[in-house]
C-alpha cells in the first residue's frame, strides 16, 4: 500500500489561475511532510516542511497547509515559471525513511 | 556552496557491466542515500545511511551496493548491470533523521543511466 498519494498527477492552469495540488498519506505518527519542486533535468529542491496539522508556510506564490491526513500546495496567480513537478515526502517516528509521493506535474500556460 | 555532488551526469553500459555512481557532499550531513526515480513510480529508496560506516536497505536494495567510509562520500555500485536498471539515480543528504528533528534532504542532479 502506497505511504503517499498526490493528485491530481497532471494539472494545466492559465496565467493568474489559482489552484491547489493534494498530498495525503495513511500511515500514523507523521515526523514531517516535504514538499519540493523539480525542474526537467534537474534535481529536487526543497521548499517547506510542516510539523503539525494546522502549520502553515508561505513562500511567494505559494502556501502549503497541513491536516491530519493530508497536505495541501496552493498556488496562487501562478506564473509560467512555477511550471515543474511538485513532490511531497513523509517522515515518520517509526523509521529513518523519506517516503515520497509520485508528484503533480504543473504546466503554467501564458 | 557546492552542495551535493553526483558524478557522472550520464552513463551507458552494457548488460553485466559494472560501475560506481558516485555522490559528495559538503554540509557535513549524516545521513545519506541513493533512489531512482523511474516515470510513474516516483523516488524509489534504494540504500541510506545514518553516519560512517552505517548502511541499511531501502524499498529497491537488489543489484547495487553501499558502502560509507567517510561523512562526506557516499558511492553507489551496480555489480552486473542489466536493463532494469536503467533510470534516474539521484543522491540525496540531510543534517540528521534523529526523531524529533525535520531536517530535509537535500539532493543532487541526478546520473541517467542506460543499460544496453
Known amino acids: 500500500e502506497d505511504q503517499v498519494t498526490q493528485s491530481p498527477e497532471a494539472l494545466r492552469l492559465q496565467e493568474g489561475e489559482s489552484s491547489s495540488l493534494n498530498c495525503s498519506y495513511t500511515?500514523?505518527?507523521?515526523?514531517?511532510l516535504f514538499w519540493y519542486r523539480q525542474d526537467p533535468g534537474k534535481g529536487p529542491e526543497f521548499l517547506f516542511t510542516?510539523?503539525?496539522a494546522g502549520e502553515e508556510k508561505e513562500k511567494e506564490r505559494l502556501k502549503a497547509t497541513l491536516t491530519k491526513k493530508e497536505s495541501f500546495l496552493h498556488i496562487t496567480a501562478p506564473k509560467p515559471e512555477d511550471s515543474a513537478t511538485y513532490l511531497c515526502?513523509?517522515?515518520?517516528?517509526?523509521?529513518?525513511?523519506?517516503?515520497f509521493g509520485t508528484g503533480t506535474s504543473l504546466t503554467v500556460i501564458p | 556552496n557546492a552542495g551535493v555532488t553526483q558524478t557522472p551526469k550520464f552513463q551507458v553500459l552494457k548488460t553485466g557491466q559494472s560501475m560506481t555512481l558516485q555522490c559528495a557532499q559538503d554540509?557535513?550531513?549524516?545521513?545519506m542515500s541513493w533512489y531512482r526515480q523511474d516515470p510513474g513510480m516516483g523516488l524509489r529508496l534504494i540504500h541510506y545511511?545514518?553516519?560512517?560506516?552505517?548502511?541499511d536497505q531501502g524499498e529497491v536494495p537488489n543489484g547495487y551496493n553501499v558502502s560509507r567510509s567517510t561523512t562526506e562520500d557516499f558511492p553507489l555500485r551496480l555489480l552486473s548491470a542489466a536493463p532494469s536498471q536503467t533510470s534516474v539515480y539521484f543522491c540525496?543528504?540531510?543534517?540528521?533523521?534523529?526523531?524529533?528533528?525535520?531536517?530535509?534532504?537535500?539532493f543532487g542532479n541526478g546520473t541517467r543511466l542506460t543499460v544496453t
Open positions: 540525496a543528504s540531510s543534517y540528521s533523521t534523529i526523531s524529533g528533528d525535520n531536517s530535509p534532504l537535500h
Open positions: 500511515v500514523s505518527g507523521l515526523r514531517g
Open positions: 510542516l510539523y503539525s
Open positions: 515526502a513523509v517522515t515518520f517516528y517509526t523509521g529513518n525513511q523519506f517516503y
Open positions: 554540509m557535513n550531513h549524516e545521513y
Open positions: 545511511s545514518v553516519g560512517a560506516g552505517i548502511t
